[in-house]
C-alpha cells in the first residue's frame, strides 16, 4: 500500500462525522481505515478534530467530586504499564484499524464465496451498517446493484473500475442512492476492498435478489 | 524548553517525559471539569460522567507518548479521547481510530511548527467564538453528539484550511523523517 496516487479521497461531510462521533461503526472503519492511507485525509481530520477541542475549550464546566484527583492517580497507578515504545510500523497488508476488526492480517480473513469466485468476509460491527471485505478476482465483477442507502468502497489491493471511475488502493469511492454500478477488478490483480453500507444493496439481476438474505450483501 | 512554548504543551511534555504529577494536575484542574460538562451534555448523568472524565484524565497519562504538539492542540487531543469514551459507554459500540503516527525518530519535534499550530487552535476557537449564535449553537450540537451525520453541515464558516495546511506540513516532515 502506497502512501501517493491517491485520487478519490473523504467528503468534508464524513469527515466531521466521524470527529464528531456521529457515524455508524461500519463507516467510522472506512474513514480510520482511509485515514491511515492518506496523509492529506489525516490532516483534514485533524482540522475537524481540532474544531472539537474548540469546542471542549470554550464548554462550560462542572465541578469534579473533591477527591476525584486521587481517585484518577490511584487508577493511573493500578493501571496498564505505561509501553513507551513507538507503535510498530506497518507490519502487514491490512491497516492496523482493519488488522483489530480481522483479529490479524490479511491471511487470517475468514472468506465466504457469494458466487462466481467473489468472496466476502463480514465484520463485526454494530447493526446501523454493515462493513464487509470484498475479493474481487482480477476481471471478475460484483453483480450490477443499487443502493438504498450510502455505500463507501475502499481499495486496499489492486483496482476497480465502474461507471464513474478508476479506483486503486487507497481510494474511496462514495455511492449514493443515485449510483447504479458493477464494480469490475482490473485484470492485472485480485482486487481487495472494504466496503461499508448502511442499507441492505439492491440487485438489478433475479438470482442475487433471491441470494441476498443468505448472503447479507 | 518552555519559552515561548503553550503552557499545557508544556505540561504534556513534563508528564510525558517526566511523569510529572503536578503538570498532570494542572492539566487535570483545567480539562477534567470540561470533559465532564461535555458528557454530561451528550447525555451522561454526573456520575457516568466523572467516572468517565477520570478515565479520560488516565488515558492522557498512559497515551502522553502518543501526543504531538506538531498535530494537536492539548483540547484536541482530549477532546478525541473523551469522544471515544462517549461512543464507548453511552452507545456502546466502538470508534475505530486510524494508525498511530508516533512522534518519530526526533525527541523534540520543530518547535516553531508546534507553536504556530497552538496559536492556530487558540484563533479557531476565538472564531467560533466570533461566529453568529444560531451557526455556533450548530457546531457545538454537532460535537456535542445531539446531531446525526444527515443532519450535520460541513459549512463552518471557519478557518480550518490553515490548521490542516499545517497539520500536512508535520505529516510530511514526519513521514521524511521515517524513512
Ligand atoms: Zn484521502
Same mark, same amino acid.
Given at each position: 500500500?502506497t502512501?501517493?496516487?491517491?485520487?478519490?479521497?473523504?467528503?468534508?461531510?464524513?469527515?466531521?462525522?466521524?470527529?464528531?462521533?456521529?457515524?455508524?461503526?461500519?463507516?467510522?472503519?472506512?474513514?480510520?481505515?482511509?485515514?491511515?492511507?492518506?496523509?492529506?485525509c489525516?490532516?483534514?481530520l485533524?482540522?475537524?478534530?481540532?474544531?472539537?477541542?474548540?469546542?471542549?475549550?470554550?464548554?462550560?464546566?462542572?465541578?469534579?467530586?473533591p477527591?476525584?484527583?486521587?481517585?484518577?492517580?490511584?487508577?493511573?497507578?493500578?493501571?496498564?504499564?505505561?509501553?513507551?515504545?513507538p507503535?510498530?510500523?506497518?507490519?502487514?497488508v491490512?491497516?492496523?484499524?482493519?488488522?483489530d476488526y480481522?483479529?490479524?492480517?490479511?491471511?487470517?480473513?475468514?472468506?465466504?464465496?457469494?458466487?462466481?469466485?467473489?468472496?466476502?468476509?463480514?465484520?463485526?460491527?454494530?447493526r446501523?451498517?454493515?462493513?464487509?471485505?470484498?475479493?474481487?478476482?482480477?476481471?471478475?465483477?460484483?453483480?450490477?446493484?443499487?443502493?438504498r442507502?450510502?455505500?463507501?468502497?475502499?481499495?486496499?489491493?489492486?483496482?476497480?473500475?465502474?461507471e464513474?471511475?478508476?479506483?486503486?488502493?487507497?481510494?474511496?469511492?462514495?455511492?449514493?442512492?443515485?449510483?447504479?454500478?458493477?464494480?469490475?477488478?482490473?485484470?492485472?490483480a485480485?482486487?481487495?476492498?472494504?466496503?461499508?453500507?448502511?442499507?441492505?444493496?439492491?440487485?438489478?439481476?433475479?438470482?442475487?435478489?433471491?441470494?441476498?438474505?443468505?448472503?447479507?450483501? | 524548553?518552555t519559552?515561548?512554548?503553550?503552557?499545557?504543551?508544556?505540561?504534556?511534555?513534563?508528564?510525558?517525559?517526566?511523569r510529572?504529577?503536578?503538570?498532570?494536575?494542572?492539566?487535570?484542574?483545567?480539562?477534567?471539569?470540561?470533559?465532564?460538562?461535555?458528557?454530561?451534555?451528550?447525555?451522561?448523568?454526573?456520575?457516568?460522567?466523572?467516572?468517565?472524565?477520570?478515565?479520560?484524565?488516565a488515558?492522557?497519562?498512559?497515551?502522553?507518548h502518543?501526543?504531538?504538539?506538531?498535530? !494537536?492542540?492539548?483540547?484536541?487531543?482530549?477532546?478525541?479521547?473523551?469522544?471515544? /469514551?462517549?461512543?464507548?459507554? @453511552?452507545? *456502546?459500540? #466502538? =470508534?475505530?481510530?486510524?494508525?498511530?503516527?508516533?512522534?518519530?525518530?526526533?525527541?523534540?519535534?520543530?518547535?516553531?511548527?508546534?507553536?504556530?499550530?497552538?496559536?492556530?487552535?487558540?484563533?479557531?476557537?476565538?472564531?467560533?467564538?466570533?461566529?453568529?449564535?444560531?451557526?455556533?449553537?450548530?457546531?457545538?450540537?454537532?460535537?456535542?453528539?445531539?446531531?446525526?451525520?444527515?443532519?450535520? !453541515?460541513?459549512e463552518?464558516?471557519?478557518?480550518?484550511?490553515?490548521?490542516?495546511? /499545517?497539520?500536512?506540513?508535520a @505529516?510530511? *516532515?514526519? #513521514? =521524511?523523517?521515517?524513512?
Amino acid at each position: 500500500m502506497t502512501m501517493h496516487d491517491i485520487n478519490h479521497h473523504l467528503t468534508d461531510k464524513l469527515l466531521m462525522a466521524y470527529s464528531a462521533g456521529a457515524l455508524p461503526e461500519a463507516f467510522s472503519l472506512a474513514v480510520a481505515t482511509h485515514v491511515s492511507m492518506c496523509d492529506e485525509c489525516r490532516a483534514r481530520l485533524g482540522a475537524y478534530e481540532s474544531l472539537g477541542g474548540a469546542v471542549l475549550e470554550r464548554a462550560d464546566t462542572v465541578a469534579m467530586a473533591p477527591d476525584s484527583l486521587d481517585v484518577t492517580m490511584a487508577r493511573i497507578r493500578n493501571g496498564a504499564p505505561v509501553v513507551n515504545t513507538p507503535a510498530p510500523h506497518k507490519r502487514g497488508v491490512l491497516p492496523a484499524p482493519l488488522c483489530d476488526y480481522v483479529g490479524g492480517d490479511l491471511a487470517d480473513v475468514r472468506w465466504r464465496s457469494i458466487g462466481m469466485g467473489v468472496k466476502q468476509a463480514i465484520l463485526p460491527t454494530s447493526r446501523d451498517a454493515t462493513a464487509r471485505l470484498l475479493f474481487i478476482p482480477a476481471g471478475a465483477a460484483v453483480p450490477d446493484h443499487g443502493h438504498r442507502g450510502t455505500e463507501l468502497t475502499l481499495v486496499l489491493q489492486g483496482a476497480f473500475v465502474d461507471e464513474t471511475d478508476r479506483y486503486g488502493p487507497g481510494d474511496i469511492e462514495i455511492a449514493d442512492e443515485d449510483l447504479h454500478h458493477m464494480p469490475v477488478a482490473d485484470i492485472g490483480a485480485d482486487c481487495i476492498c472494504l466496503a461499508a453500507t448502511d442499507a441492505p444493496l439492491r440487485f438489478r439481476g433475479m438470482i442475487p435478489r433471491l441470494a441476498q438474505p443468505f448472503l447479507r450483501i | 524548553m518552555t519559552r515561548g512554548q503553550d503552557a499545557w504543551v508544556t505540561s504534556m511534555i513534563a508528564v510525558r517525559d517526566a511523569r510529572d504529577e503536578a503538570a498532570f494536575a494542572r492539566l487535570f484542574g483545567h480539562f477534567a471539569p470540561r470533559v465532564k460538562a461535555f458528557l454530561m451534555r451528550s447525555g451522561a448523568d454526573a456520575t457516568l460522567a466523572e467516572e468517565c472524565a477520570q478515565e479520560t484524565m488516565a488515558t492522557l497519562w498512559h497515551k502522553a507518548h502518543l501526543f504531538d504538539p506538531n498535530r !494537536a492542540s492539548v483540547a484536541t487531543w482530549i477532546f478525541t479521547i473523551a469522544r471515544n /469514551r462517549r461512543i464507548d459507554v @453511552l452507545r *456502546r459500540t #466502538r =470508534h475505530p481510530e486510524p494508525e498511530d503516527l508516533p512522534w518519530g525518530p526526533e525527541p523534540e519535534p520543530d518547535q516553531a511548527d508546534a507553536l504556530a499550530l497552538q496559536q492556530e487552535s487558540k484563533q479557531l476557537g476565538e472564531a467560533l467564538a466570533a461566529l453568529p449564535e444560531k451557526q455556533r449553537v450548530l457546531i457545538e450540537k454537532a460535537y456535542f453528539g445531539d446531531l446525526t451525520h444527515s443532519e450535520i !453541515a460541513t459549512e463552518t464558516g471557519l478557518p480550518l484550511g490553515t490548521i490542516k495546511s /499545517r497539520i500536512r506540513l508535520a @505529516l510530511d *516532515r514526519l #513521514r =521524511h523523517a521515517m524513512k
